[in-house]
């Protein structure tokens, strides 16, 4: 046999494998029962989250699933807010957070990075699972809490149901299921959903030992506030965490966003870690005044959280953007925004190729003190 034949066998071969792969996928998805798995149109499906799983007023969870190449997949924990308090966890008053997965949550027409019918994206041929967001607690919480709040002299109270930790958990369980192996896994999410990023990140990187794990954190980067660990505390989120014995050696105080990062490079040093933040973030400024910070610079709170990371992390990267809109990957804007002369698609593309990236836009920053 020549080499010629011997190549294009070996090339015949993985397709065949690629192909047998991808019938074995559509037919497991197809085997779900009707109840539980429902198409959406343009080769999504919506799948129920079953049982254990919920949203903030005890509604349904669910998630959805598109099917590409099985050896390349990106997993996508959706924003949406958070809540904390009387205030903000109160529907009837101004909440700011999510509460429900409807038809808003459908990423049938999303834009950005899935659209997937535009041929300049780089995940165009991957599986997705999109993880929507409805529990108030960065995909993290484990416990209800029941929270009151006065308006006009009237005392009411109403629980809300902090399950996010069970919502992931279930997905990533179906995820291992029908997908046993990887090459590529890319693991983001925007706002809310940029945070616990790293934390999946790493809890999938060694699942898939020998896959190439990127993680991107969108629109998530500036949040310094010394609430944060109690808030942790409050959703449950922290006895989450300390189920790893990574964290259980950090103090209450050390349990914040960035430790996130810090830690999941320690258990995944194979998994490359970056961040998409833009420096005047609208939303993220309005989050922090919620934590108590007020009158916020975000360049320097984000100085001081990704000099922190790098100091743990040097393989760590980020991409800073000017402006104040919040995300970029479920834009339109992913296709057309450039800083330093580094367009941001390209840029997402070489990390997920495991190409060198540098650091963009660190101009726009303050100096971290």
């Known amino acids: 046999m020549s080499a010629v034949q011997r190549i294009r066998g070996h090339r015949e071969s993985s397709v065949h494998r690629w192909l047998s792969r991808f019938a074995l996928l559509v037919l497991a998805l197809a ?3 009707r109840a539980l798995a429902q198409s959406t149109g343009a080769g999504w499906t919506r799948i129920s989250g079953g049982r254990g799983t919920g949203c903030a007023h005890d509604s349904a969870f669910a998630f959805f699933v598109h099917l590409g190449d099985p050896r390349r997949l990106m997993v996508y924990f959706q924003g949406g807010g958070a809540c904390w308090n009387g205030t903000n966890c109160d529907l009837r008053g101004r909440p700011t957070f999510d509460p429900q997965v409807d038809s808003t949550d459908n990423p049938t027409r999303a834009p950005g990075i899935l659209d997937l019918a535009n041929p300049a994206n780089p995940i165009r041929d991957y599986s997705i699972v999109f993880i929507p967001y409805c529990t108030a607690d960065l995909h993290l919480g484990a416990r209800e809490r029941t929270y ?3 308006v006009r002299g009237h005392r009411r109270t ?3 149901r902090h399950s996010g930790a069970a919502n992931a958990g279930g997905v990533l369980a179906w995820v291992y299921d029908h997908f046993d192996r990887a090459d590529v896994v890319f ?3 925007g706002s809310a959903g940029a945070i616990p990023s790293p934390v999946f990140a790493a809890q999938i990187a060694r699942h898939y030992p020998r896959a190439r794990v990127v993680q991107l954190g969108d629109g998530g980067g500036g949040y310094r506030a010394p609430a ?4 942790l505390a409050r959703w449950g989120a922290t ?7 990574a964290y259980r050696s950090l103090g209450a105080a050390a349990l914040t966003f960035e430790s996130f990062y810090v830690v999941a490079a320690r258990q995944a040093p194979g998994v490359r870690f970056a961040q998409y933040n833009n420096a005047e973030d609208k939303t993220q400024l309005f989050f922090l005044e919620q934590l108590g910070i007020r009158d916020a610079r975000l360049q320097g709170l984000l100085a001081r959280n990704l000099a922190e990371i790098r100091r743990a992390n040097p393989r760590f990267r980020s991409y800073t953007a000017p402006g104040k809109a919040h995300t970029i990957l479920v ?6 925004l450039t800083v330093d002369g580094v367009a941001i698609r390209d840029w997402v593309a070489a990390l997920l190729d495991g190409r060198v990236v540098r650091n963009v836009g660190d101009s726009l920053l303050w100096p971290s003190r």
């Not at 006895?239 to 014995?245: A, C, D, I, K, Q």
């Not at 834009?331 to 057309?336: D, E, H, L, N």
């Open 331 to 336: 834009t339109p804007q992913f296709y057309a």
């Open 239 to 245: 006895e989450v965490l300390r189920r790893e014995s």
């Open 187 to 189: 693991v983001t999410g």
């Open 148 to 150: 009151a709040d006065t």
């Open 31 to 33: 085997a779900e029962p």
């Open 228 to 231: 944060i660990p109690a808030i």
């Open 158 to 160: 109403y629980r809300i």
